[in-house]
């Protein structure tokens, strides 16, 4: 949201209108939900491609002699371990060990990192990392207006990006990324995605970001590609079991109560934000496992949504924390806090409270889609 209450708009707002998309408010921006059916939207995504606005993400950037071990100090990954063009996914913590975010953080050069925040937390993510710096020699920069994101997903999407750059894509690992040109417009280029396929994400200047989507619309008539709505980017993150903060991941969850403690690097040198707090949250989960993220997948037609009560036996064992109809499994599908007792794949019994109806759904592991290698 602007300091004037008005929704944020994206260098792409123009091009998003003309093709007809359903736009919303989300974090303070005006996105693109859906262009058509979000359900051909996420199965062009499994199938073929899709084309994504991510402008609302946001980046910062820090930079200077110390700025790894300001990141290693405010965030609870080992970011100094991270080689240049080489990015990872970490989160940042309160003191208390709750999450503020969970984050990519891409290592541009020796002393240049850039942070990618969730759009509803860039602000807080920004606002804690400048705090924490205090005392280091480092610099942290807001750039959320510096760039345009978009990304193309997909298992065409290597071919169609190949026809536009000369980057040396078939040398770039999941989780890496470097400086290159696409359609001739300059831009970091990275491999990863939220979608659970293989795909790219492209940092450009705004002012860029209109004709790069064009030359990639272009370059992808022939592979089906199509423009896709923050809907099937919900519905495809779902299906690969990524978390959503806001649902799997908040303030009141550590990392350890999320299932993802191996994101904690304990053995990096020297105190980091959270470290006592998460130190007795990993303690506590050895002796008393905390509820466990499952998939539950429905035997019936009713869609599951978060914040319904998982039951087993008349008694409350858990909370939906996402849920949503699987254009891929065919079926309603689910994320879900649960018991520990009731989390093995199998487990019979389980159902979701929907509306005073028990309706019974069977508990797999996640993620509910993986992709063929």
């Not at 990192?113 to 759009?119: D, I, P, R, T």
């Not at 280091?136 to 345009?148: I, L, M, T």
């Not at 429905?298 to 949504?305: K, L, M, Q, S």
Request: proline share 5%.
């Amino acid at each position: 949201m602007s300091s004037t209450g008005e929704l944020r708009h994206t260098a792409l707002d123009a091009l998003h209108r003309s093709l007809g998309a359903t736009m919303t408010d989300f974090a303070g921006w005006d996105m693109p939900l859906r262009y058509g059916s979000e359900r051909d939207e996420h199965l062009a995504v499994r199938t073929r491609a899709g084309l994504f606005d991510l402008s609302h993400m946001g980046e910062i950037t820090v930079t200077g002699p110390q700025a790894a071990a300001l990141l290693d100090y405010a965030l609870v990954g080992n970011i100094g371990g991270v080689k240049p063009g080489r990015a990872r996914y970490t989160m940042i913590c309160r003191a208390d060990g709750g999450i503020l975010d969970d984050l990519i953080v891409y290592r541009l050069g020796e002393s240049e990192y850039m942070v990618v925040a969730n759009a509803s937390n860039a602000q807080v993510v920004l606002d804690a990392l400048t705090e924490r710096a205090a005392g280091f020699d480092a610099e942290v920069r807001d750039d959320r207006d510096a760039y345009a994101l978009i990304a193309v997903q997909g298992p065409e999407s290597p071919g169609i990006l190949k026809s536009l750059t000369d980057a040396d894509l078939d040398g770039l690992k999941y989780y890496a990324g470097l400086p290159g040109t696409v359609a001739g417009v300059p831009a970091l280029i990275a491999r990863t995605g939220y979608t659970g396929e293989d795909g790219f994400e492209l940092f450009v200047k705004p002012e860029h970001a209109v004709e790069l989507w064009q030359a990639l619309t272009k370059a992808g008539e022939d592979a089906g590609l199509v423009p896709c709505g923050l809907s099937c980017r919900d519905t495809l993150r779902l299906e690969a079991g990524m978390p959503l903060y806001g649902h799997e991941l908040t303030t009141s969850l550590t990392p350890f109560d999320a299932g993802l403690g191996r994101v904690v690097k304990f053995e990096k040198e020297g105190d980091f934000v959270g470290r006592q707090a998460l130190e007795e949250a990993a303690a506590r989960a050895e002796q008393n496992p905390p509820r466990v993220l499952v998939g539950l997948v429905a035997e019936g037609r009713r869609v599951p949504r978060a914040g319904y009560a998982v039951v087993s036996g008349g008694e409350v064992i858990g909370e939906v924390t996402s849920g949503a109809p699987s254009p891929t499994l065919g079926k309603p599908i689910a994320m879900a806090y649960v018991d520990a007792a009731h989390a093995a794949p199998g487990t019979s019994g389980v159902g979701v409270d929907i509306r005073g109806s028990h309706e019974p759904y069977e508990v797999v592991a996640l993620p509910f889609y993986k992709r063929q290698k």
